[in-house]
């Protein structure tokens, strides 16, 4: 089991920055590949970001089309952390975010049902 715990969200205006974490707790940390979506009131959750392994300590990142050039992903492996950094917010960045856990061996790093483990989730909301 890997326990995920979300924290910093907020309530931020438009145009401002807000930084989410993760902090996990359990198996290995190393040995998952970490994740972060967003669902927003009536909406279907929808990836935000993710990092695969590139090699080593060495990461490759994506991220939703929606978010690319605003948001940054980063994950602390000595401090079994992940943290999703957000910039240039906009009213339609507000959602709740979740952290989510992976085997490395997952292929579809997009898709909400290649995580196996989840957090309770956070609260971003941005007004205009």
């Known amino acids: 089991q890997v326990q995920l715990v979300e924290s910093g969200g907020g309530l931020v205006q438009a145009g401002g920055s807000l930084r989410v974490s993760c902090a996990a707790s359990?198996?290995?940390?190393?040995?998952?590949?970490m994740g972060w979506f967003r669902q927003a009131p009536g909406k279907e959750r929808e990836f935000v970001a993710t990092?695969?392994?590139?090699?080593?300590?060495?990461?490759?990142?994506y991220y939703a089309d929606s978010v690319k050039g605003r948001f940054t992903i980063s994950r602390d492996n000595a401090k079994n952390t992940v943290h999703l950094q957000m910039n240039s917010l906009k009213p339609e960045d507000t959602a709740v975010y979740y952290c989510?856990?992976?085997?490395?061996?997952?292929?579809?790093?997009?898709?909400?049902?290649?995580?196996?483990?989840w957090g309770q989730g956070t609260q971003v909301t941005v007004s205009s």
């Open positions: 990092l695969s392994m590139s090699g080593g300590t060495t990461y490759n990142t």
């Open positions: 989510a856990a992976r085997p490395w061996s997952a292929t579809r790093l997009n898709r909400p049902s290649e995580y196996k483990y």
């Open positions: 359990g198996r290995t940390f190393s040995n998952y590949g």
